[in-house]
């Protein structure tokens, strides 16, 4: 879709779809929109904007955003009428992610290759771009401009939606049992349960936003969040085990006293052969949701494989023993 609005036409197919591409385009669109939102408070630049700033540039891979886009264009949604969406749930993964680096949760020292918020700011005024992206996430969703895109009762039951997503039920549930985790053994019911809340939830939230969005119907939108609930598993099972088998970088790791086979995941509590098995079964669960939809959901579909294929095509014999070692 243009940016002048105009609805997006499915014209993807496996045999052609470039996914990267595609991410490129749609990253390039959230990053300028989320760029806008902070130029608003250029004037009052002071170190809590630039702490904002910092907390979403330079960005991650905007996999939540561009989630919402590609479920809306589904659908034939409007990028005009998806975009807010889409800024939010990045601004309330940001936020997420500085309250999660603080020496309070994680105590991470490095994000994306690069020193943690409050390791630049200070843990109060990081604390407070956290607070601040949260609360901003809120205001970009009720402007009058979302609301002339969209009726007020969709957009105030997508908020309540989106609220109950990273509350207590949700992202903010989801950390709590994690921390509490921290202390106990668990098994997997237990780690499902911690990663449903805690990552998964806002991955639905953004693919059943974008759906809403677009006007999926309610059968539609079923299968967009049984979806979005095999992606959240599988997008944290494969992060698990990429941190287990080293692809994330050392500095990144988490720095609470506790290395990452002791952590409330899948391959610490079934180990990385399991996991994987189950990443793939996730896999599968996803494609099948996404069936129905034909060439119009490419992009869903090439997301979901990448998410799961980053930690199946890895040799696991060779890792298993450096990390034995
Ligand atoms: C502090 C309320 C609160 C919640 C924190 C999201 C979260 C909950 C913690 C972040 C730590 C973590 C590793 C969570 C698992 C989810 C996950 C893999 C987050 C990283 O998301 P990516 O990979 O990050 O999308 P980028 O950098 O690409 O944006």
New binding site residues.
């Given amino acids: 879709m243009s940016a002048t609005g105009l609805a997006v036409k499915a014209t993807h197919s496996a045999a052609n779809f470039d996914l990267e591409s595609y991410l490129r385009s749609r990253t390039a669109a959230v990053d300028r929109a989320l760029d806008s939102y902070l130029k608003r408070y250029a004037d009052q630049s002071g170190t809590i904007w630039k702490a904002m700033h910092y907390g979403l540039f330079p ?6 955003p561009i989630l919402v886009l590609a479920a809306g264009e589904i659908f034939a949604g409007r990028r005009k009428a998806l975009l807010p969406f889409a800024c939010a749930v990045e601004m309330i ?1 940001g936020y ?2 500085i ?2 680096d603080l020496p309070a ?2 105590n991470d020292d490095v994000r ?1 290759g690069e020193p943690t918020n409050h390791k630049i700011f200070g843990d109060g005024i990081a604390l407070l771009a956290g607070d601040g992206l949260l609360t901003e996430a809120f205001h970009v969703l009720s402007a009058p401009g979302v609301l002339k895109c969209l009726p007020a009762e969709l957009v105030l039951k997508l908020i309540h939606e989106l609220s109950h997503a990273v509350g207590i039920a949700g ?2 549930g ?2 709590a049992f994690d921390l509490e985790a921290e202390r106990r053994e668990v098994d997997i019911g237990v780690v499902e349960y911690i990663h449903v809340r ?2 998964g939830a806002l991955i639905r939230a953004s693919l059943r936003l974008g759906a809403q969005v677009a006007g999926a119907k309610p059968a539609q939108l079923k299968r967009i969040a049984r979806f979005g609930e095999y992606l959240g598993l599988a ?2 099972i494969a ?1 698990d085990i990429l941190d287990i088998l080293g692809e994330t970088a050392p500095g990144e790791r988490a720095e609470s006293g506790h290395s990452e086979w002791n952590k409330a995941t899948y391959p610490s509590v079934i180990g990385i052969a399991a996991a994987q098995q189950r990443l793939k079964e996730l896999r599968r669960q996803c494609l099948r949701e996404l069936a129905p939809f034909g060439p119009g959901a490419e992009a869903l579909r090439a997301i979901a494989r990448q998410v799961a294929d980053r930690a199946l095509n890895m040799n696991g014999e060779a890792l298993t023993k450096e990390i034995q070692s």
């Fill in positions: 960005g991650g891979k905007r996999i939540r993964h997420s992610l309250h999660d949760l994680d994306r992202l903010v989801g950390q805690k990552t997008f944290q992060d």
